[in-house]
Every structure is written in structure tokens, then in C-alpha cells.
């Protein structure tokens, strides 16, 4: 049997439950117009997982379209 213990698993790639909820969560945002501030909390904690942050842009672009990947890196450099 394979066990792998918390402390060695180092990345993660989206598709995972929390992972996508984050993405809807951040996506909604994007949608209302949320502060920058809010999407980075969320940026950060999937970050903290292991996820590049070209992933998630590619993923918004895909799901929400160019614009709204623009839009949500300028309101996160802020």
C-alpha cells in the first residue's frame, strides 16, 4: 500500500474539489465585481496548495474569457 503523508505532497493541480470551488469562488467574484483584495485572499490560499498562478489565469481565460482575466490581474496589483 501507498501512503502519502500530508507533509510530502508539494504541488496540486486544479481539478481537485477544493481547488475548483476556489476557481467558481473567484470566478464569481470576477463576475461581482469583487475588490481586489477578496481575489487575492483566494489567489493566495490556492497558492498555498501548490497552484501556479499561469494555471489559474489560464483557467479564468478559458472559463470567463480573456477580458476577464485582464481584469482580475489588474485588480490584484493594486
Known sequence: MN???EDTVKTTELGTLWSETLLETLCD?????????????????????GVKM??????VRKKMGSEAAQVMLMKIKK
Not at 467574484?29 to 496548495?49: M, P, T, V
Not at 499561469?54 to 483557467?59: L, M
Open 3 to 5: 501512503i502519502i503523508k
Open 29 to 49: 467574484g470576477l463576475r461581482n465585481d469583487w475588490s481586489g483584495h477578496a481575489l487575492l485572499q483566494i489567489l493566495r490560499e490556492l497558492n498555498q496548495k
Open 54 to 59: 499561469d494555471k489559474v489565469v489560464n483557467r
